[in-house]
């Protein structure tokens, strides 16, 4: 993976350290204002014999943070986007806080205090934001040439433009030089730029020069690589079979002993969701039955691990019959979608008893959107190494599931394929803790059709 800016890693452990660090002295202060310093150290003592509590504030402030997307900075579009993720955080954390204190008795930490630790903390961590983005919008040291040209340009300079915290800007452009038309890469146009991105290059001179460029500290970078390095998807239209090749990162996909990690995982996840989620999968087969009769539950065929079939099971939320002249995308305000399934389908409720799925070993809880055979036949056709995505089990949720809504055109596979291909180069542990993580952020901002 090619790092063309701050390290994502330090970037996140940098906000959670300083969300750590404002959690703790927003305790602080908030048993200063409530007790005066006469009682300050005596009652705040008492906190402190409860590390556990402690503990447990510290990671449900990085699990809730990273659901709602509060260490991505690359992602805040806005101030607004930043506000309404800390609103999120601020019901969800405050949540979370005082269940474990109703759950634990033992842990000694009142209400007022957990409200006035919350109103003092919260505030600050917005404002750590706030001054990451001022702090992003001055001009950015990283300087970049681009070689050679193409959409995949256009499509880099155009994402560029929409972050406020884009890692690099370019500064010039030099076409591409080919043994028939040898352009010459000037001192000048490298001299003053501290990364190089590479579109399009056929010139064994020029190559040589930029390998030892590279070798001497300036990053060379294709532009592809870049692009997915920017939007966490693989730019399927911009690159062929040797670009897969060529990246090695593909080439332990499947023989990686994560395999055999995730579904261990699968299993102990799906056993306790299904174990949790039992009542209120109860109540909702019982609205199907109501409001539209039987048959509750909905089988349909799909292509799993190396296109093999299988039948996933799902709520029926739509009117009976509603398939029969072959499959029909779901569109926004679909007329077919039972009402009482609006809200079903708005919270993922109808994809639960998938978690019967994962148990059985067809799907996991992490991966691409499993298709039906009919669809996906039709977008192989259309859409370059859309088959790759069948190389590990398809899941409930994913890294496209997070970034996406229901696809209902042909542009929307095509963007699904993009993160699902994003999702491939970085299958492990970590991409399957992260995706899990930020699902439930995306159920309460992306609201499913």
């Known amino acids: 993976m090619q790092r063309i800016g701050l390290s ?38 008492k906190t402190l014999d409860h590390p556990w509590f402690i503990a ?28 309404l993720r800390m609103a999120a955080l601020a019901v969800t954390l405050a949540t979370a806080l005082a269940l474990g204190v109703y759950m634990v008795p033992a842990w000694r930490f009142g209400r007022g205090l957990l409200a006035l630790t919350l109103l003092v903390a919260l505030p600050a961590q917005a404002a750590l934001r706030f001054a990451w983005l001022a702090m992003a919008a001055l001009p950015h040291p990283r300087r970049a040439t681009v070689i050679g040209d193409g959409p995949i340009v256009g499509a880099l300079e155009e994402e560029l433009r929409r972050r406020p915290t884009a890692p690099f800007r370019i500064i010039s452009h030099v076409p591409a030089p080919t043994e028939s038309v040898p352009v010459e890469l000037r001192s000048p146009e490298l001299a003053d730029v501290d990364l190089v991105v590479v579109a399009s290059l056929a010139h064994d001179a020029t190559v040589d020069r930029l390998a030892a ?19 966490g998807r693989i730019p399927v239209q911009q690159v062929d079979s040797r670009w897969f090749i060529a990246t ?30 039992s009542p209120i999968l109860l109540v909702a087969a019982l609205a199907v039955l109501v409001t539209d009769g039987l048959p509750i539950f909905y089988r349909q065929r799909r292509l799993g691990r190396y296109g093999a079939p299988f039948e996933v099971v799902k709520l029926r939320t739509m009117e009976q019959g509603s398939d029969e002249n072959g ?20 919270w993922r409720i109808d994809e639960l ?41 398809p899941g409930i949720t994913g890294w496209a599931q997070v970034h996406l809504p229901y696809c209902s055109t042909f542009d929307d596979h095509l963007a699904k394929l993009e ?24 159920l309460v901002f992306r609201p499913g059709r």
């Open 213 to 231: 460029l590279n070798f001497r500290g300036v990053p060379v970078v294709d532009a592809a690589g870049a692009y997915a390095a920017l939007t």
């Open 327 to 346: 499959p029909v995308f779901a569109e926004e305000h679909d007329r077919r979608v039972l009402p009482v399934a609006r809200l079903l389908r708005r």
């Open 419 to 442: 993160f699902d291909l994003y999702h491939l180069r970085h299958y492990g542990p970590a991409m399957y803790a992260i995706v899990l993580i930020r699902t439930l952020g995306a």
């Open 353 to 393: 008893p998938q978690l019967l799925n994962v148990l059985r070993g067809d799907m996991s809880l992490v991966g691409p959107r499993p298709e039906r055979p009919e669809v996906a036949a039709g977008l192989e056709r259309q859409i370059p190494f859309y088959a790759f995505r069948y190389s590990v089990r």
């Open 8 to 45: 994502r890693r330090l970037t996140a452990l940098t906000l959670a350290a300083g969300d750590a660090a404002i959690l703790v002295g927003g305790g602080v202060v908030a048993a200063w204002l409530r007790f005066g310093s006469g009682l300050f150290a005596q009652e705040f003592g």
């Open 248 to 277: 090695g990162d593909f080439s332990s996909l499947a023989t990686t002993p994560f395999h055999q990690l995730q579904r261990i995982l699968d299993v102990l996840i799906a056993s306790v969701l299904l174990l949790i989620s």
């Open 56 to 83: 447990y504030a510290l990671v449900s402030q990085l699990l809730l943070s990273t659901t709602f997307d509060l260490y991505r900075p690359q992602s805040w579009r806005t101030r607004d986007y930043v506000l």
